[in-house]
């Protein structure tokens, strides 16, 4: 899979300086699956300039790929990072059409910090009802890499002043699932000690008895910034991450499809609810 692509820089989606989107997409996109990548950084750093590999390789197996900025410590703290998602999220509503994408198949994928943002999103409804938006409905699919989901009590003292306190329950995705989540996957890294891999699987857990779909894919012999840079060109062959994200997204949205059909998903091995898989790698 090789799509030529095309890269339209630092689109305004709000009115601050940091508030500001790239879009790398297939040439000749028409109604391509939309891919929403935010970044990690521990909600202080981070560009997405230093990101773009992710959003080409993203373009070049065919989907529209969103690689917002959004602020960080100092100038925000929790929750305002979510409130910038959420603008991003209303923006690719709104405008992935003029780029080839289709606004009715928006995945949210995120890495470490970004991932606790796609996840927030995409299971606590209030952010995008601030946007006139539902998660259930208007978002396809959450890709969590190497995500803090459930991650108190919090002993880094800067953390604790970006979210307000140590042990602050509602500032974690695992707090707010309920019944009506997208289908997730989410994917860690065996060797990850900076976010344990058990914040996957506690939320996948969590997310299934909820009645929702979730799948968890650990690698093994993989740590928390491996897990990402397997996207560039030279790593991915090792850790297949990319294939895994088109198995996901190809399985949710032939379900979508089968549903808007009126029949029966069919439900494949690796992507039943509640399953948990260990890559090799």
């Known amino acids: 899979m090789g799509h030529s692509i095309k890269l339209t820089r630092s689109v305004a989606y709000a009115e601050r ?11 000749g996109a028409v109604a391509a699956p939309v891919v929403v990548f935010f970044y990690g950084g521990a909600w202080r ?44 999220v209303r923006w690719v509503k709104d405008n992935v059409g003029r780029y080839g994408g289709d ?3 928006i995945f949210l994928k ?12 995409s299971i606590d409804g209030r952010w995008l009802a601030k946007v006139g938006l539902t998660p259930g409905r208007d978002i396809a699919g959450l890709i969590g890499i190497a995500g803090p989901y459930d991650y108190l009590p919090l002993r880094d003292e800067t953390l604790k002043l970006i979210f307000g306190g140590a ?8 707090f707010h699932v309920a019944p009506g989540a997208p289908p997730a996957l989410l994917m860690t890294g065996g060797r990850d000690r900076l976010v344990e891999p058990g914040n996957a699987t ?15 894919k650990t690698y093994r012999r993989v740590g928390h910034y491996a897990i990402i840079a397997a ?21 949710t949205l032939q379900s979508i499809t089968a549903q808007a059909l009126g029949k029966a998903p069919a439900q494949e091995a690796d992507c039943l609810p509640g399953s948990i898989e260990t890559a090799g790698t």
């Open 167 to 174: 042990d602050r329950p509602e500032t974690q995705p695992i």
């Open 202 to 216: 506690r939320l996948a857990a969590r997310l299934v008895e909820a009645g929702n779909t979730a799948t968890v």
């Open 45 to 88: 750093s981070g560009n997405k300039e230093l990101y773009r590999y992710v959003a080409k390789a993203l373009a070049r197996r065919g989907y529209v790929a969103v690689l917002p900025d959004y602020r960080v410590y100092p100038e925000a703290r929790y929750p305002q990072f979510l409130e910038d998602g959420a603008q991003v």
């Open 103 to 105: 606004p009715n198949k």
């Open 17 to 27: 300086s940091r508030h500001r989107l790239d879009i790398c997409r297939p040439a």
């Open 231 to 251: 996207l560039a060109p030279l790593l991915r062959f090792f850790v297949p991450v990319l294939r895994d994200v088109d198995t996901f997204i190809a399985q």
């Open 110 to 121: 995120g890495h470490s910090a970004g991932a606790h943002i796609a996840a927030m999103l």
